[in-house]
């Protein structure tokens, strides 16, 4: 079905900031909710913020604020910029495509790291 490609991760310091991207293929992609979760090693993967085909957004209470999702629809891409990053935002982060079937797509993930 869908394939998600992530890219954008890497290290940076703590008050930094990144913007992921998410790159899809295989799928109509302006018709679906585009998602952006984490996973800190040894932890459950978590959602952090979410776009519905209109444009409104959702966000975790730790990144609201300082995360901003958005997609170009053009380029079937969805973004994640992260502003203000602190060290317990770091993890896995994965791209997410839910269609309208009860389905879902993820991608492979790219590493964020927060540290000084």
């Known amino acids: 079905q869908a394939q998600l490609v992530e890219s954008g991760g890497g290290l940076v310091q703590p008050g930094g900031s990144l913007r992921l991207s998410c790159a899809a293929s295989g799928s109509i992609f302006r018709f679906y909710t585009m998602g952006w979760y984490r996973q800190a090693p040894g932890k459950q993967r978590e959602l952090v913020a979410q776009?519905?085909?209109?444009?409104?957004?959702v966000y975790a209470d730790s990144v609201k604020g300082r995360c901003t999702i958005s997609r170009d629809n053009a380029k079937n891409t969805v973004y994640l910029h992260m502003n203000n990053l602190k060290p317990e935002d770091t993890g896995v982060y994965y791209c997410?495509?839910?269609?309208?079937?009860?389905?879902?797509?993820w991608g492979q993930g790219t590493q964020v790291t927060v540290s000084s």
């Open positions: 997410k495509l839910s269609n309208n079937f009860g389905g879902s797509d």
């Open positions: 776009i519905v085909s209109d444009g409104s957004s």
